[in-house]
């Protein structure tokens, strides 16, 4: 016996969130999505420039963007120097963190690179750095660098 009334699938609990990386080509991030997505911290003009030069991933949720992170190429290394979240999106934070973590290495790897590193002004809380393979390399009053090493 079937019953009269199906239940509907379950909604989703948060919006989906897209990921992509993006080249310095591309249109950069609105001075409002900058002023969100870094609430709270001096955006620089030096900075701005920075960002709008390098590559990035950007994370969007509900058609919002809701993560940034602006990273550099320097050998095997991929150098990690702005991360940004909007805290008030419809995504948690921490999933909008994590997203862009997995995406950086993911670049970093599919660039040949064999370490990710987060200079301060990246860094995000250590609890959530450490339990993915991050380890402080150096910690000073400026902040701590975080390195993720993969192996050849």
Known sequence: MQPLIEQAPAAPLHAPMQVRVVGPESAGLTPADLRRLFRGRRLTPARR????????????????????????????????HEFGVDNLSPCPVEQTATALLDALEVACLAGG??????????????????????????????????VKAFPS
């Open 113 to 146: 690179g064999r370490r990710l590193v987060l200079l301060p002004r990246a860094v995000v809380t250590s609890a959530l750095l450490r339990p993915r393979g991050f380890v402080p390399i150096a910690e000073g009053c400026a902040g701590s660098w975080f």
């Open 49 to 80: 420039e920075r960002l709008a030069g390098s590559g990035r991933v950007v994370a969007s949720c509900a058609g919002r963007v809701v993560g940034v992170a602006g990273y550099e190429r320097a050998g095997s290394e991929l150098r990690v």
